[in-house]
């Protein structure tokens, strides 16, 4: 045993300390709030008998009783106690140096005091999660950490959203925060931030550079988010039970026109024969009663037919006028309700808690709904020297939504349409897709119910740690961390057969029939045979993590080490089945077919395992120098015969902080009580390849196999045989004041990281035979500053005031590519595209342009059409993701009343709208409102002698149909807007109901009642007629392009009331 | 507690030590092969071309002014108003990506012991290389196709490109000959089921192609004459009629496995319509030349009267097919003619539950058309043995066949005494044979009639309704991804304008 220990003291730089022969005595420091203090130091007064608290508070010491016991430790005034009979202490101390001294939660649970810390920290509370009462974590956290930026890239009842700290550094690998609950790592898992409850949440560390990657390995790169959950408290069992109830309501929609009525280009064209040169004559003719599109002549209130004449006989005549607010009937308020139920207690020695949610929200999209219901349960125990804790969570999550993109299909459908009238299609004639009278778009409430998707996840998640305290300044702590999720899917179509009337013969009757009109109604062409999807998905992590932790002070040194191991371990599975084909209908089950049956299956699995180790030293509380290594072995570059260091990496990290007011206190004053500067700088490896990144394949090609017959395709990506990781070095520095008796903090942080050999999928030449080369070529960087001001404006006893504000501003730049190659796109539509270019920020938005001269700025035109030319190229617009964010908050307390706002900012950054270019198309967007002959705008043309002269006479050609849909529709540029806003993130109002008259209800302890809303106001700039430009097609790196999948953004308000038993 | 000591630092140790690095061995994907035999990739890239020809096809359908678009979509200016850059018509990476297929055929045949896969990979090679060619000018030849070894292949000059191909067109020859089809290969060869002499005929039909697109360029006839005279030496000689080049992998009635074009253009596996069948729309001038020579047989199989198909009696229309109900649309209009009101692509293509046709590559008609131009143009001087009435009317013989018109009636019209029909009522013969030409492309050769129709100028189809200039496109831009990935070489090929930078064989 000596052997084994003294070599393990050899390795750790330390002694042994020979062990006193008294007996023990435990107990826990704790500050006035409950929470721990970690690693007091706690001395026998007059020996030199010391012993320091571990990372919970709890400490052990040899004592007698009647010995007196001198709790101390930086930020907290030290505290004498007298050791008693029970052999048991716990003592509370009071901070001195306010909120700075909390203690945080950095990588690898590792508690500490900020005034430690060589990087920026920031930590959130529940109280600050709360305020909106959001069911979803990432929406809680939007605009309250500076260098966090969230995206809500999507509404709906199933939210897709986006983190990331301090901006893009990958250009084609992931740049999403890194979620760590309770220890255990999820990444490439988006599943866990929807899951999680953010009322079970007690606090979050948000590690905002690379220190999170230092001691969690690659998935740390693009820093850290650390959950703590709850945990019980020693004392009586707690009943809590809250409930909160909103409605979601739509807070925009685009602007649309209210002038004209269904019509499409019908009219003779230009060039042809009984071509009409009056725009008001081209537009009566137009008009047809089964059009989308909504190109007709001005409304006037004459009673018109739509559609076409039914097989009964009936048409269905309405006037010939917009009806007011239809666009928004038809979109639902929708409703969440949240209740809660938690239990928690425990004795000195355990504690436990139970929580259960349950979360149902109907979405404004109708019969949208979603529910979410989940169990918690966390118990902790301490015998001895063994430390237990179990946390396991049990959540579900259901959704039921349509597939169709009901906002697209309600834009193509005039103002006069009395929409909300055709809910119900199985029995309104006019509703039913045989009598609906649109020919090209069906009836948005018939697809509504005709095209769904139901899936869900279920999912086990949970960590067990035991910990061994081996002596005074070593314990060791084992943490096995388990995330099992499964998610099924069933999409259907329902099968619809058009009848033979709909199909050949429905007509338009007389007066409204037009030459050149046909029977049938267009859209009846293609019957729907309907179809099935069933698809499931497992993923199963394991995170296993064992540390030793040491800790120990010497004279005016204090030094606290840790080594670790991590192995992880990510299995998924993903199977589909599916058919396009019903036979019988409403039966949904793949064999309920005619055809092939469809499938496929995806596996994937991918191991790791990582040493690590931290050395951390302080120098009389003032200074403070950190340094931490790992040691990573990943599979994703792993192949038996490649050589090993293609497939394992060290990396290292290193901090420093000196508490300036504590080194040089002539520095305090009235005005400065605190100061303290920072500096650390990080390399970290970065395993960022995809899967099976390092095989060239042979995949089917297009059908393959037609029976016998097989086909395959060599792969588009050729591997560079010398793949390896990437690495990011990140430099930061800061500094933190605390000023006017701690009443303002400061915080400022400037970081640069630079990523270099980042393993992208090169487009190279197709004519090299191979689309893309894998090779570590890209390099980029990316710089910015932070900085978080908090002030406690009023502290009385009746007031409480707080304001506090965060601001981040990043960039970031393409430094290199690969050599000839300059760019690359992310995707997006042909005509709006998202780019990655060299020298400039990415994402860039490139897109279709006016082709303009570049002297005057003047669009040039056809001088003979009066239509614009386009420029050959896309042309940039710049960054889609923001330069600046700023959020802004504040918190005021009067006596039991108190009330809590945050407000966001964001800007410098551009987005295109899908949506503008699909209203233009259909002439439902105000902007399309002017039909009468006009100009392009600031428009020239070269006159015969080939100058370029200035348009004061050409208008273009047909300015009710051509000029909109064939020419301004298509230059995508007319859709970009600047991305900027402003949003009343959350905002509350709480009534705490005094404990005098709480407890005379002789049930409940405490009572609180409260007013909540999310997203009350939305600011965006004046030419964004749009939408939200938080949203985007999807939330990959490709941010800034948005379209109708995103439905209309919304504003949430409501009631939450809060009981404890 | 000793023993507690004891026990902790066992389990550390054990578990720091006990993690190899086999552990790691998991990285071999599980998802897709890592090798393929060659016969495997020329399958599929025979299979891909018959997908990758459906977008050149659509739009040298329209370039060529045999389809149009019906105004139930509203008009795509990027087509009909010429209004491309270099993001649209991206044939050029599907096309070398497919090179890339047949290279490895054809390069890794010997390792594999399927050398009879070396010739017919060469040969489509060629084809695949003149399509580029024929739309992009210069590109890249002699360097591409190397991988990661030759990144930035130089663009050759397109008549250098051409030249190579008739040499590799005559190695393929040599290929097929010295490896005939054995084993796996007849199943491989999903268009000539392993018929060594049939490839053979292919790849003397499509030198004739490549050679007479440059019979009009002056002073070239010398150097056509020698290699078609070569190519007539080779005993198996051109296409012979019934034998067009058509890929059928076996297709069956499941999504993404019919006929590209049937599932495009006409009915999804099931038989439902496809809403893309409301788009393309024989033009007018289509309808109007062929009614010229009161050719209504092959303007009943080229197209549906409009409402299209009677989907309950295949390959009928729904409305009578008299004349007057066949409603073309003039090329390019914006309005006016919805799907339902005009004439759908027809029967010749699209019946109802034939989803299994071959997708054809190159038909015998062409073959024979070629024959005729150059018997033709070089009467004695080329050792053709027939006359070009013989191939001109062999010709369109082959066009009534594919299109299902009737022997008999092709015979009607070739006595018809009407010009451009009756070789002996022709007044050019030459315009004779570029008019069934263009007809018999209509639904099967869009790509094939727009490069004819920029070669001969012949026959004249209106401008674009919606176009105010008289010029007309000549060629695609260079890709964007090519233009970002390879600059200095796309930027050597000068700026590109599609109306003035002529392919090297459009003279005028």
Redesign the interface.
Known sequence: ?RK??SL?SMLMLFTVLAMAQTRPVTGKVTNDKGDPIPFATVTLKGTKTTSVADANGNFSIEAKTGDVLQISSAGVASKDVIVGSSGSVNVSVTSTTGQMEEVVVTAQGVRRRPRELGYSVAKLNNEDLIIGRSPQLAQSLAGKVSGLAVFNVNNSVDPAVKITLRGFRSMTGNNDALLVIDGVPQPGSQTMLNLINPNDIDNISVLKGGQAATLYGSAGVNGALIITTKRGKAGRAKVSFTNSTNVEQLSFLPEFQDKYGNG??????Y??PGYKTDHLERMKD?WRPFEN?QYGDPYDGSLRIIGRQLEDGSQNIVPYSPIKGERKKIWNTGITTNNQIAVDGGSENTVFRLSVEDNRAQGIVPKDKSNRTGVRFSAGTQAG?LTANFNAAYIQQNFDRTTHNFYFESLNQAAHIPLSQYKDWKNNKFANPNGYFN??YNNPFFRLDNERQVYGDYNLSGAMDLG?K?NEWLN?T?QIGVTNNTRNRKNTVGKFIYSDWAK?SAFVPSPWEAT?????I??A?????GSVYDAMSTENILNNE?R?NAQKDFGDWSTRGMLG?N?FQRKTKFTELQS??IVVPDVYNVSNR???L?GG?????????G?YANLAGGWKDMIFIEGSFRYD????????DRP?NL?SYPYYGVDVSFVLTDLFPVLKSNVLNYAKLRAGYNKNGNDNIQL?G??????N????P???????????V?P?PYLKPEFVKSTEVGAEFQMFKNRLNLDVTAYWQKSEGQVLQ??????????F?RLNVGDTKNWGYEVDLKMAIIRTSDWNWDFSVRYSYNDNKVVKLYQ?????SYGGF??AQSFVKKGQAFPVLST?AYLRDSATGLVLI?S??GYPL?N???KDFGRTIPKHILGWGSRLRWKDLSFAANFEYRGGNVMFSQLGRDMT?TGSGKWTENRDPQRVPNSGYYDANGKIVENTTVNVRESEY?WW???YR?FAENFVTKAWFIKLRDISLTYNVPARAVSKTKIFSEMSFGLFGRNLLTIVDKKNFYTDPEFSVNNTNLLGINDTNQTPPVRQYGVNINLVF | MRLKNIAVMVLLVGTLAGCKKTWLDVNTNPNALPSSTPDFVFTNGLTRMAFSSLNPNELGSYYSGQWTQSSSYILSPTIFSYLFTNSDFNYWDGWYDILSDFNYAEQNAAAYDQEFIQGPARIMKAYIYQQIVDVYGNAPYSEALKGGSLLFPKFDDQKSIYEGLIKDLDTAIIYIKANPFTGSGAAADVAFKGNDQKWIQFANSLKLRILMRQSRIAGRDAYIIAEINKAAAITEGFLPAGVDVGVNPGWLATAGKTNPMYDRWAYDPNGATRSLARFPRPTRYLFESLIATNDTFRMKRLAYAAGGENTSTPGVSTRSEIVSNYIGVPFGVASGYTAPATSYIGPSQFVKGQFNKPYYLFQASESMFLLAEAKQKYGSGVNLPGTAQEYYEAGVRESFRLTGAGLANANTLLTSGINEADWNASTDKLKAIWMQKWISLTNFGGFEAWAEYRRTNYPNTPQSASFTGPERPLRLFYPGTEQGSNRANVEAQGTINVFSNRIFWDID
Request: glycine residues 14%.
């Open positions: 045993m084994i220990l393990l499409s280009a019908y009219a003779v064209g060039g042809q137009n599109q020297r020919d090209y061994f081996i060791v084992e050949n050149n009109d046909y029977d049938g267009d859209r062409g293609t019957d729907n045979l064992l030793l191991f192995v396009a084909s005619q055809g092939e469809g299956e995806a596996n994937t699995m991918e191991r790791k395992f040493y072995f990943t599979s994703r570059f792993y192949k038996n090993a497939f099976y390092l095989d060239r394949t042979f995949g090609g297009p059908g393959f037609y029976g016998g017959t097989v086909g395959l395709t060599v792969g588009d050729l560079d090169v487009k190279v030449p197709n004519s090299t035979g191979y689309p080369l000839g190659v300059d760019q690359f042909s005509y279709t056809n003979a059409s386009p050959a190229k896309l198309f051509g849909v064939n020419n298509n």
